[in-house]
DNA sequence: CGTCGTGTTGAACGAAATCAACCATCGTGG
DNA sequence: CCACGATGGTTGATTTCGTTCAACACGACG
């Protein structure tokens, strides 16, 4: 397959300038990860790497999109929006996630970096070429699917029967569960992380205002619950108080 | 392949007993729909049917659960619950959707029928060992499930940002694109069709109390938004009246 | 130094929850 | 046959949680 140079000027660097898939931090979680030698070759001579910074849009609702992206770095949002302008953010993806409809020509949300990130993409014609004739790579994303399809249940929960307080709390089991976390969670052991969002993405993520976040974050500081150095950096003392507050959800009653 | 009777007492026929899928009512939408002969002589062999009464409860969270199902006829909730007995609502399955999770062996939600219905069901073993022979079951079922990840996404802009008037009106716009309608929306028609749910389920489907649920559609009511005949029956006059009180989401500006 | 982006905090307000009474329908057993 | 309770639904009064409106704090940056 002859590889051309794709449209996005200055971030693109031709195959043998790629850093290989070998050494990639997200190789075993994404979705290549049950590609073997040859798929992956293919996957590579394909492959080409973009760099967006915080706040920049990477996909608009409704327009074409003709790519689909591993998230090597970084965090992006999905959001929806209602026309008096009210918005809701209705994904998160995070390091090994995926990006993209294979199958869709258009962007079905918005799609904004919350921070500076690196992404894997794939146009998205050859990409769905290669879907339609190696399993492994349907299969595995049929498995993301499903864990997102999870993970939007749990939310819903959050969004539909949770206080805001218990919102906040949950946010930052989230964050915590999927590695977000800067000391990995020795047990036990007070637990570092930095928020990827601002206090409005924040709100929307859960369904507030940007006010209650801000409040509810000032309670648990207030009660102990967190600590903060900065507006983004959090400490958890106690993971179990933390997971107390979140009001407890399917997986705290499995772990 | 053998087919032995599986355990549901009086619920179960053997395969020469049963409706051919030729003549199923959801052959085209659901997970077979791209099956070919072959491949539903081999899901014909192994199928059976269960009905379910109204109330019943299907498959318990967490609880070990040993078949898939295609809905064939009537409505099942999915549902999740906090400790203390708040629960939320998180997938309704109307006709041709997908019950079950390949690979997991515990039910991930609570699944309680909300109308008497009709299951096609497939031990999960032999399905899955079907999906993994089969490309075109794993599509459809990936297909499948990334539409009910936007359908989920659609509901999370619902519980977020909507007002209690706007969910009722959203619900009655899901129930009608989905076809629970009727009389199929002739254009500038009145639309009727039957709610599938008691006010507590829309309830927790909305994340309301089903007090405010109740409230809402008197308000709609007298509005001459909808017409009520007794608790079930709805009548809607004018559906884009209807579709304007919904809050406008992605479908409403697309179509 | 002023301004912009981001965050915090206070006061007043309002939408939905809560608490409570009541109504209609339906099946059941005396 | 009717009294009975159960289930599902409506409506009213009151409260509460989160929103809204508004002022202010802080750091970055031209």
């Not at 492959?47 to 992006?76: H, N, T, W």
């Not at 995926?98 to 921070?115: E, H, K, N, Q």
């Not at 989230?174 to 570092?192: D, T, Y």
Request: charged letters at 25%; glycine letters at 6%; proline letters at 5%.
């Amino acid at each position: 397959m002859q590889v051309k140079a794709p449209i996005f000027a200055g971030q693109v660097r031709y195959p043998d300038d790629l850093p290989s898939c070998d050494q990639c931090p997200i190789r075993d979680r994404a979705i290549c990860a049950h590609c073997e030698a040859d798929d992956l070759t293919r996957l590579e001579a394909t492959k080409y790497y973009r760099r967006c910074e915080a706040g920049q849009v990477i996909a608009l609702m409704g327009e074409p999109m003709d790519f689909v992206a591993s998230v090597v770095d970084g965090v992006a949002s999905l959001t929806q929006t209602l026309e008096d302008g009210r918005t809701q953010m209705v994904g998160l993806l995070l390091p090994s996630d995926f990006l993209g409809r294979p199958g869709r020509d258009c962007a079905g949300y918005t799609v904004t970096a919350a921070t500076s990130m690196q992404l894997c993409c794939f146009r998205r014609k050859p990409f769905e070429v290669m879907l339609a004739c190696n399993p492994r790579l349907t299969t595995r994303l049929l498995e993301m699917t499903l864990d997102e399809l999870d993970a939007a249940r749990e939310w819903m929960l959050l969004l539909g029967r949770k206080t805001a307080r218990e919102k906040i709390a949950s946010f930052l089991v989230i964050l915590a569960r999927r590695g977000a976390a800067v000391n990995f969670a020795r047990p036990g052991q007070s637990l570092s992380l930095s928020l990827p969002l601002t206090r409005e993405a924040m709100a929307d993520y859960l369904g507030l205002t940007l006010e209650t976040v801000s409040r509810q974050i000032s309670a648990l500081r207030r009660d102990g619950v967190i600590r903060l150095s900065g507006n983004r950096d959090v400490d958890v003392p106690d993971y179990a108080r933390l997971l107390a507050e979140s009001g407890g959800d399917r997986d705290s009653a499995r772990a």
